[in-house]
């Protein structure tokens, strides 16, 4: 029997957190996620939900991964608080967006440091690595991570994960998607899941089309297109309360069943777990 691939939601909102009732359902943290895979722990960007990831993980004596989508606060918020970064023989390697402009060990160098944090990455007692990269492939065991330059308001990037059982996974976070972008479409054809920034509606969009993000239309239509297995929703709009997202996943759902499609949609939730 083949090992089953894990994918765990820790943090599933944009911009800024939000822990208001009607919120609740589908959780406040920014964004997180976990993917596991026998002993490998992928780590994708670093929001307020890292740090109960941070918790788990303690427990576990396995090395780490962190994919830093990009350095915008929300996906680098709970980086200090996550636990195994303290550890001494834990072996962490931290992978995010490098520009002759901006190099990663640089900038997240001077991101936590005071005056705007008082725990700097000298005090992180792990065996860390950082490494800055643009579109890369990087092979971690028997893994493959594929790193995409994506179309934001700063540099940002989004991950294909390729493992040894023939599964594909890709995640991508802060992203303005368009519906004729054809080699985006290329790259996430076929794959077994896709994780996406739905953060707006048309309506939404159109008054925001330049904010980075993507209308959660053009995501599940470009999804049905490019015959993506297991389709995500993910990077919620913090005014966004369930009931809209509720709404959402709906329609989303009545236009796949109008295409006669197989593609299966959901919302990224906190705390909810996929196998596959």
């Known amino acids: 029997m083949r090992p089953k691939i894990e994918i765990c939601f820790w943090g599933v909102r944009g911009s800024i957190a939000t822990h208001l009732t009607e919120n609740s359902h589908y959780g406040g943290h920014t964004s997180c996620i976990s993917i596991c895979y026998k002993k490998h722990w992928f780590v994708c960007d670093a929001g307020t939900g890292i740090r109960l990831l941070g918790q788990k993980l303690a427990q576990k004596k396995v090395p780490v991964t962190i994919l830093l989508s990009h350095l915008h606060w929300d996906h680098l918020f709970g980086l200090p608080f996550f636990k195994p970064l303290y550890e001494k023989n834990r072996k962490i390697m931290i992978v995010g967006p490098s520009t002759k402009t901006f190099p990663f060990r640089k900038t997240l160098r001077q991101i936590v440091r005071s005056p705007y944090f008082p725990v700097t990455p000298q005090y992180w007692s792990s065996k860390m690595r950082l490494l800055g990269v643009g579109e890369k492939r990087l092979k971690i065991g028997r893994i493959v991570v594929e790193a995409k330059w994506v179309r934001h308001t700063d540099k940002a990037l989004g991950f294909q994960f390729y493992f040894p059982n023939g599964k594909r996974i890709i995640y991508v976070a802060d992203h303005n998607l368009k519906a004729s972008d054809k080699q985006f479409a290329k790259w996430i054809r076929n794959a077994d899941v896709l994780i996406h ?53 709906k329609f989303c759902n009545k236009k796949i069943r109008r295409a006669k499609s197989k593609l299966k949609c959901c919302l990224a939730k906190e705390g909810f777990k996929i196998l596959i």
């Open 197 to 249: 920034d739905a953060q707006f509606d048309k309506k939404e969009y159109a008054k925001k089309w330049d904010w980075g993000h993507s209308c959660f239309e053009t995501v599940v239509e470009v999804a049905l297109n490019s015959k993506i297995k297991k389709l995500v929703l993910f990077h919620h709009d913090p005014n966004a309360s369930d009931k809209i997202l509720d709404k959402r996943l």
